[in-house]
């Protein structure tokens, strides 16, 4: 699903990515019953968000949004329960380093 909403989000031709990329990425997991009238509550159970980022990257690697998942340079992430009126989801934003060029070489200029 993240790698179909990249493509929509992209003008053509500009995938797959091939340069250095950083990747943010906010997860808001299912919402348990006993937190039904609280927001902005962290997530600090299981899935582990490092196997989350793993599983977004995969799919954004596997859906030829990039060429490998070894352009990826950094990010941050974070994980919290959706809010009460809404759905699971993943928010990703993807940067591109204005100092390096589609080669991954640094630019001075």
């Known amino acids: 699903m993240a790698g179909m909403a990249a493509w929509e989000a992209f003008e053509d031709g500009e995938l797959p990515i091939s340069g250095p990329v950083l990747i943010r990425t906010t997860f808001f997991l299912r919402r348990p019953q006993r937190l039904k009238k609280r927001t902005g ?21 596997d859906a030829s949004v990039f060429t490998d ?37 640094s630019r001075t200029d």
Do not use: M, Q
């Open 41 to 61: 509550v962290v997530h600090c159970l299981k899935p582990d968000l490092d196997n989350l980022d793993k599983a977004l990257r995969d799919g954004l690697t």
């Open 69 to 105: 998942d070894c352009i990826i340079w950094g990010g941050e992430s974070f994980k919290y329960y959706a809010d009460p009126d809404a759905s699971p989801r993943a928010e990703v934003t993807i940067e591109f380093d204005p100092k390096e060029g589609a080669d991954g070489v």
